[in-house]
């Protein structure tokens, strides 16, 4: 099974804060890449499907890109309702395979 | 609008079983794979099991094969998951959301149903 390594597991953040989250996989999984927001008791939100393209309704300070196995997943000028867990997702090929999740807390 | 619905969850005893159900609507049914994705409390997400269109292709997560059915009716919209012989580590929220089909790969979720398994 392909293995997503997701780092780091928690950040303390401030408002303001760029943020980068990584995933890194263990064999190649092209562009099958996405993003998820989910805050306590919700439903995943996707917010980068296929690496580096932006969701429907995602604002533009959310980005993901791509160099060789690690994606990354960055907010710029991190707002208050961005605070939440974030999960990437390879969908390359079965089993789909999630990173453990990264959770945002607030400083 | 898209609209995903699961139903079915609830407290099970280690062993028996029990069947979720996800009602579509808002989009295509038949256009899509559909996909089980599950939480376990304070845990990460977890790809349980995916359907391709008409059901003909099946696939499964080891830890759920040969107990968990995954099954479809498009002319109803729906989405099961049969789970038989449940075990503690079953215990999880469960949700429905579409998988293939480019480029709305895992865009809709369902608000998840609870499964207890114990005792």
Known sequence: DIQMTQSPSSMSVSLGDTVTITCRASQDVGIYVNWFQQKPGKSPRRMIYRATNLADGVPSRFSGSRSGSDYSLTISSLESEDVADYHCLQYDEYPYTFGAGTKLELK | ?119
Not at chain 2, 38 to 63: F, H, N
Not at chain 2, 81 to 103: F, G, I, K, V
């Open chain 2, 1 to 119: 609008e898209v609209q995903l619905a699961e139903s079915g969850g609830g407290l099970v005893q280690p062993g028996r079983s029990l069947k979720l159900s996800c009602a579509a609507s808002g989009f295509t049914f038949s256009d899509y794979y559909m996909a089980w994705v599950r939480q376990a409390p304070t845990k990460g997400l977890e790809w349980v099991a995916s359907i391709s269109y008409d059901g003909g292709s099946t696939y499964y997560r080891d830890s759920v094969k040969g107990r968990f059915t995954i099954s479809r009716d498009n002319a109803k919209s729906s989405l099961y998951l049969q789970m038989d012989s449940l075990r503690s580590e079953d215990t999880a929220t469960y949700y429905c959301t579409t998988d293939y089909n480019p480029p709305n790969w895992f865009a809709y979720w369902g608000q998840g149903t609870l499964v207890t398994v114990s005792s």
